[in-house]
């Protein structure tokens, strides 16, 4: 997506910074059950790779967090706190672990941590609460009137990097496949956010159960590089 004006482009900037790897908001710390999935064998090489991320993000975790910073985006446009408040307890709920409420409201609050130390607005609207990640990034959005779409499209494939980053450090792949999965799942990213313009908070759901049961087992997982 291209932005259809100089203001729109300089509208986007703040995403390069927010969504980057040297933002303070531990991404690095965090593989979202990949680590269980490598254990388990379930993920050997770049082909498995591709998949299980495919289906986190069209069945899983990436089209819920599309969905929810949607919403929160919204509710930011529309100075509803209540309505914001909503979206993040939905948000929040939705962790089916402990660590993976941990990823979410962790990486959250210290992404509106440091973001209003850089980039404060009067229309950052305040939660005193745990803040989901992807809440998180549709409010900053909003209050920076960053386009949605391109907010939404560039949140899902920065998930991608970051979980493609993790499985090169655990090694099923390499630099050069890391960056071949990342081409092959952009356009999955781009439907999913498009997607998720036109779904309500109904909609929300998943199917990766594999997944969500692996966020327990790791939990008690003799080695571990991450969090989550």
Same mark, same amino acid.
Request: hydrophobic fraction near 50%.
């Given at each position: 997506m291209r932005p259809s004006s100089a203001g729109e482009g300089q509208a986007i900037l703040p995403l390069f910074a927010w969504l980057s790897p040297s933002y303070p908001v531990g991404?690095?710390?965090?593989?979202?059950?990949?680590?269980?999935?490598?254990?388990?064998?379930?993920?050997? %090489?770049? !082909?498995?790779?591709?998949? $299980?991320?495919?289906?986190?993000?069209?069945?899983?975790?990436?089209? %819920?967090?599309?969905?929810?910073?949607?919403?929160?985006?919204?509710?930011?446009?529309?100075?509803?706190?209540?309505?914001?408040?909503?979206? %993040?307890?939905?948000?929040?709920?939705?962790?089916?672990?402990?660590?993976?409420?941990? !990823?979410?409201?962790?990486?959250?609050?210290?992404?509106?941590?440091?973001?209003?130390?850089? $980039?404060?607005?009067?229309?950052?609207?305040?939660?005193?609460?745990?803040?989901?990640?992807?809440?998180?990034?549709?409010?900053?959005?909003?209050?920076?009137?960053?386009?949605?779409p391109i907010t939404s499209e560039a949140y899902l494939f920065g998930l991608v990097q970051t979980l493609v980053s993790a499985a090169i450090r655990l090694a099923p792949i390499g630099q050069t496949a890391g960056i071949r999965v990342c081409a092959a799942l952009a356009a999955t990213a781009q439907a999913v956010a498009r997607d998720a313009m036109e779904l309500s908070l109904d909609d929300v759901g998943g199917s990766t159960f594999r997944s969500d049961l692996g966020s327990f087992h790791h939990e008690n997982q003799y080695t571990r590089l991450f969090r989550s």
């Open positions: 991404c690095y710390a965090y593989s979202h059950t990949l680590e269980r999935a490598v254990e388990a064998g379930d993920v050997t %090489n770049e !082909e498995t790779l591709v998949a $299980w991320l495919g289906e986190m993000l069209t069945l899983g975790f990436g089209r %819920n967090d599309a969905i929810l910073l949607g919403h929160a985006y919204r509710a930011v446009k529309e100075s509803d706190a209540q309505a914001l408040e909503a979206v %993040n307890e939905l948000a929040l709920a939705l962790s089916p672990s402990a660590e993976l409420y941990l !990823e979410t409201s962790q990486q959250g609050r210290s992404f509106l941590d440091a973001t209003l130390a850089a $980039w404060p607005s009067p229309r950052l609207m305040s939660l005193e609460c745990a803040v989901a990640f992807p809440v998180a990034i549709g409010m900053t959005a909003a209050a920076h009137s960053v386009p949605l």
